[in-house]
């Protein structure tokens, strides 16, 4: 199967940090053609703006504009302790360009010309990788759930659940950004023969908002009318 045919884990966020229109333009339509989500600055850019879009997209992986320009701005994410994976785009296949890049944090590099093919590819590793490295726990926004624990947190707050609660929350998780039906959540929360009362799924809806959604927090569980709900930032 090819990197265009290849499920984009979970929707992931990708912050494209580009100079030229015309290349984040394509990068942009490649990358939504597979079902990420992109957030574009088109630079140059300053290291404050960056940082401040990945605290509020929380982006699941940067790529970055070749140049001293990409280089300074990946060295300032590292310096101020951001880990998210950083995809550097770099001017031909030379050593000098690749070490450099590595030198100051970068977790890969592009060499133009390159191909969506390549490009996909590459990304789909670096999610794997760092997935793999979370030893499975969910996040979205600042929510977070550890299966290993079975802790939640919203930023720095625990959030206690009971187990139906926590159940019904992994499960949003596992799908964030899609659709799911009372249908969907009924059976692979409560089980297909579960046959309680009708409104099961909206109380218990209710009560994680109450616990999650504090006055002040960004909304996370959307109802959308006549289909479902949705966990998103």
Known sequence: MTALQTASLGSANILLVQTEASLAERLNTDLRAVGYRVQILLGPVQAETVFAAVETDHPD???LDRGEGGLKLCRGLRQAGYVVPVLLLT????VADRAAGLDVGADDYMARPFGAEELLSRIHYQ???????????????????????????????????TSKEYDLLKYLLEHPRDILSREQILSNVWGYSFVGESNIVEVYIRYLRMKLEREGDRKLIHTVRGAGYMLRD
């Open 61 to 63: 992986l940067i790529i």
């Open 91 to 94: 001017d031909g296949d030379a």
């Open 127 to 161: 999610l794997k990788r760092v997935r793999s490295k979370n030893d499975g726990i969910l996040r979205l926004a600042d929510l977070m759930l550890n299966p290993q624990t079975r802790e939640v947190r919203r930023a720095e707050r625990v959030i206690e659940l």
